[in-house]
């Protein structure tokens, strides 16, 4: 059994980033960029009129004859005498005798002339060639999420393909002859399968939507035969209880006779002790305890920034936060505790209902109160450290 600090080492070391590839802007939404994108033009591309109004050379002359227009999208650089302006529209060229547009609201105007009510600050209204972004500029360095801004970013410069890191195929195996399908008649002695849609669930908050579930009966025969199957088309494994040291626990001798090597077994903490990691070539395995707060609790502690390490993310972990205690708590197990709770601006709540196998707790919990295994008592007003689950 290692400490909690120990596993993150173990597990931050052996999750590798995947592969890279090209990808349309327009798909890249969710993604992780691979690598530094360099504008292929300055943005904007010309000086733009930033208001509706009227493009001229700065003076302290209050009228002006209307020579001509420009509406967005037209490129004439239209010559300007000292004493003449052109109307001109939002985004449209400025020409290069003027520097400074005045708003059409403060201006009377008439057919083929104007004045100025309220004169503007030299250069005002006009947006810069380059002001977003020079030709060669960097757009992104690598490792950034693409969001729908950042893709709208990258469309209005041209760029139609980037770089980025592949997200990994994740597979769920859930073991146990309990289990039923929600919506299917409760028998006797039988529970309702919750894990894979949580775990599902979970997955998609860090981009992965889709996944393939796998379920198997508490048989050694079995549980080799599918985790077989899946270690060959996986790159992530999650598996859903029988890790524990019961009779029919079958998923530790099962993974070992697939060829998966052990990373560690059983982590000094609670809930989520039960818990295996290892790999087989590039897939990572993680043996998750059945009981679901335990999985829940240790998929946000470990499998979250495996992943995001896999997907190219360079803050794999969860935030942390610093609170004050609003009552003292007790730590008598020399483990390290992952206590659900509630956080405001100040102070953090410890809920009812610790036990693994409640979620009702987990679901209005907002965060992981962490509890060192070397702190016995932490005192009302103390502050602690959380893990952000909202």
């Known amino acids: 059994m290692i400490q909690v600090n120990e596993a993150l080492t173990i597990v931050a070391g052996n999750s590798t980033k995947m592969s890279t590839q090209k990808m349309p802007v327009s798909k890249a939404l969710g993604y992780v960029l691979a690598g530094t994108v360099y504008s292929p033009i300055s943005m904007p591309p010309f000086r733009q009129s930033a208001m509706d109004g009227y493009a001229f050379n700065f003076s302290?002359?209050?009228?002006?004859?209307?020579?001509?227009?420009?509406?967005?999208?037209?490129?004439?650089?239209?010559?300007?005498?000292?004493?003449?302006?052109?109307?001109?529209?939002?985004?449209?060229?400025?020409?290069?005798?003027?520097?400074?547009?005045?708003?059409?609201?403060?201006?009377?105007?008439?057919?083929?002339?104007i004045l100025i009510a309220t004169m503007p600050e030299k250069f005002a209204n006009v947006r810069v060639k380059g002001e977003q972004i020079e030709r060669e500029g960097i757009v992104f360095e690598a490792n950034i999420l693409i969001t729908p801004a950042a893709?709208?970013?990258?469309?209005?410069?041209?760029?139609?393909?980037?770089?980025?890191?592949?997200?990994?195929?994740?597979?769920?195996?859930?073991?146990?002859?309990?289990?039923?399908?929600?919506?299917?008649?409760?028998?006797k002695g039988k529970i309702y399968e919750s894990n894979s849609v949580m775990l599902?669930?979970?997955?998609?908050?860090?981009?992965?939507?889709?996944?393939?579930?796998?379920?198997?009966?508490?048989?050694?025969?079995?549980?080799?035969?599918?985790?077989?199957?899946?270690?060959?088309?996986?790159?992530?494994?999650?598996?859903?209880?029988?890790?524990?040291?019961?009779?029919?626990?079958?998923?530790?001798?099962?993974?070992?006779?697939?060829?998966?090597?052990?990373?560690?077994?059983?982590?000094?903490?609670?809930?989520?002790?039960?818990?295996?990691?290892?790999?087989?070539?590039?897939t990572l395995v993680f043996a998750l305890p059945g009981n679901p707060a335990s999985s829940l609790t240790n998929f946000y502690i470990y499998v979250y920034p495996a992943i995001k390490n896999r997907m190219g993310f360079s803050d794999i972990h969860l935030p942390k936060l610093v609170r004050k205690l609003n009552a003292g708590i007790t730590n008598s197990s020399g483990k390290t505790l992952f206590l659900k709770a509630l956080y405001d601006e100040t102070h953090v709540t410890v809920l009812d209902g610790q036990s693994s196998a409640m979620l009702n707790t987990f679901a209005t919990a907002n965060c992981l109160l962490i509890v060192p295994d070397d702190v016995k008592t932490l005192k009302k007003d103390q502050f602690v450290t959380l893990l952000p689950i909202d």
Not at 202 to 214: D, E, P, S
């Open 60 to 113: 302290e002359r209050q009228q002006y004859d209307v020579i001509s227009s420009s509406q967005a999208g037209d490129h004439s650089n239209i010559k300007l005498k000292d004493n003449e302006a052109i109307r001109i529209f939002t985004g449209a060229y400025v020409p290069d005798d003027a520097d400074t547009v005045v708003m059409q609201e403060h201006v009377m105007a008439n057919e083929n002339s």
């Open 200 to 282: 599902q669930a979970a997955l998609q908050t860090i981009g992965i939507k889709k996944t393939k579930v796998y379920k198997v009966k508490d048989n050694l025969k079995a549980t080799k035969k599918a985790l077989k199957k899946i270690l060959a088309k996986f790159d992530v494994v999650l598996i859903s209880g029988g890790i524990s040291v019961g009779d029919y626990d079958f998923v530790k001798e099962a993974l070992l006779e697939n060829g998966v090597e052990e990373l560690f077994y059983k982590i000094n903490q609670k809930p989520g002790k039960p818990m295996f990691f290892g790999s087989k070539n590039e």
């Open 151 to 187: 893709i709208g970013f990258l469309a209005c410069l041209g760029i139609t393909e980037i770089t980025v890191y592949k997200k990994p195929k994740v597979a769920i195996l859930v073991t146990g002859n309990e289990l039923t399908e929600p919506g299917k008649k409760l028998k």
